[in-house]
């Protein structure tokens, strides 16, 4: 086979078979083919895209191009969870413990941040000591004792979409759908999940930004999910404002131990109660919907899922203290009020933009050798929709000296846009697909 005619085929339209994706795949992994000739194909792929057959092989190839995560010595039903990205998401941190309480075990494998979203790792890395370097047999055992553990991914995992994704970032081809399906499937087959969960966002702040893209991105999932043998669920959900109020790493982990302890009811835990549902759900830890969500109310309301998440700390090396005295946390030693400059109510606020303050602050990475310091961010006090009058405040900023407050604050106020009128919000989750059809087993 000749890459030459594998891209001058997908550019004129055709189909690739399973033969010419493997070999492509395995090709490239290997070195084989220059990342020249890969770049020329991923922009084919992007303006040709790829039908169902093709997007399942090129999963498939992908995934087979390195280790997979057995977890067969995990008793149970194992879960795994992704978003597609977004501002302010701590929902790992909320979800993971709720579901564990509940009797169905997360093996979660999770990644750094890099640019305006955060990572999970980061976040986690709050709490004094805590790791999320492990060996697979001591991240199984963790799965099986505590319910749950959070652990990095290993490069030995699909390195075929380690070098893909690392080229469609520098060549404009990271928004093609059958690559984006293929770039997460094969890292959540690999992590061996009997239940997948998908938070596809949508909206301003996402990759998806339009509905329509969503879900079709949410469908051609679950259905490359469920021909692999998996059980899928999509959940779209809206990334027009930042996911809860908080945006930083302590003070996200702040935001989350709140959720846990049953303080919080923002998009957040509607959020955390929908994914956990589905969840339960196909795990067959509950027989419907309604049953699903009594059990996760109560994993919240009986403290469970609090004391579930101070023993995944304990377990991964982390002081839990602070799980019960959030005050331990790491805290940025300056505080700014951001005041309203108009009345009104707000119609929106711009996601990529509150995730770039906090980056600024300190609290992203511009590039991946960055550190992050973990106490910046900011807080919102007000959300799309509420009314606020001039000069109120719109939000807090948590920085390190006085000027970069005073910086952050005059940019996070531009992130918001505030009019006259009363804003609907639209709902936030917008739909949840599933696919029925099931077929071979990965
Ligand atoms: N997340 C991934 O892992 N891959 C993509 O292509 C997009 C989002």
């Excluded at 390195?159 to 997460?184: E, F, G, N, Q």
């Amino acid at each position: 086979m000749r890459m030459t005619d594998l891209i001058q085929k997908k550019r004129d339209g055709g189909a690739l078979t399973r033969e010419e994706i493997r070999w492509m795949i395995g090709g490239y992994t290997q070195g084989d083919i220059p990342d020249y000739q890969m770049s020329a194909m991923a922009m084919a792929i992007y303006f040709r895209g790829m039908d169902m057959d093709e997007t399942y092989e090129l999963t498939m190839a992908m995934l087979d191009s390195g280790d997979r995560i057995d977890l067969s010595a995990v008793s149970g039903i194992k879960a795994d969870k992704h978003s597609t990205g977004g501002v302010g998401d701590k929902t790992s941190l909320v979800l993971c413990p709720m579901v564990a309480a509940c009797g169905v075990k997360m093996a979660k494998l999770s990644g750094r941040g890099l640019g305006h979203t955060g990572g999970t790792i980061d976040k986690l890395e709050s709490f004094p000591g805590f790791s999320t370097a492990m060996e697979e047999d001591a991240f199984l055992r963790q799965v099986d004792r505590v319910g749950f553990a959070i652990a990095g991914q290993t490069a030995q995992l699909c390195p075929a979409d380690k070098k893909l994704y690392a080229l469609r970032d520098v060549t404009a081809t990271v928004a093609s759908m059958p690559l984006i399906v293929s770039s997460i499937l094969c890292k959540k087959l690999a992590a061996g999940a009997d239940v997948i969960v998908l938070d596809v966002k949508c909206g301003s702040g996402a990759f998806m930004q339009t509905e329509q893209d969503a879900f079709g991105l949410a469908q051609a999932l679950t259905q490359v999910g469920r021909r692999a043998g998996r059980k899928v669920v999509a959940v779209v959900t809206d990334m027009d404002e930042p996911l809860g109020n908080a945006v930083g790493n302590a003070l996200e982990v702040k935001e989350a131990l709140a959720a846990l302890r049953g303080e919080y009811r923002g998009d957040l835990m509607d959020l955390c109660l929908t994914l956990g549902t589905q969840i339960l759900r196909e795990g067959g830890a509950a027989k419907d919907d309604a049953e699903a969500r009594a059990m996760l109310e109560n994993a919240i309301s009986s403290g469970a899922a609090l004391e579930k998440f101070a023993q995944f700390v304990r377990a991964q090396g982390g002081d839990a203290a602070a799980v019960y005295e959030p005050s331990l946390l790491p805290e940025a030693p300056v505080k700014l009020e951001v005041p309203a400059p108009v009345g009104g109510y707000v119609k929106r606020i711009h996601a990529e933009g509150v995730g770039l303050v906090s980056m600024r602050l300190g609290g992203g990475r511009a590039s991946k050798e960055d550190s992050v310091d973990l106490a910046v961010g900011v807080v919102l006090a007000k959300k799309v929709g509420d009314a606020v009058a001039a000069g109120e405040s719109l939000g807090w900023v948590h920085a390190r000296t006085a000027e970069a407050a005073r910086q952050a604050a005059e940019q996070l106020a531009a992130c918001y846009e505030i009019g006259p009128e009363p804003v609907e919000r639209a709902p936030f989750i917008k739909g949840v697909v599933r696919c029925a059809q099931e077929g071979a087993t990965a």
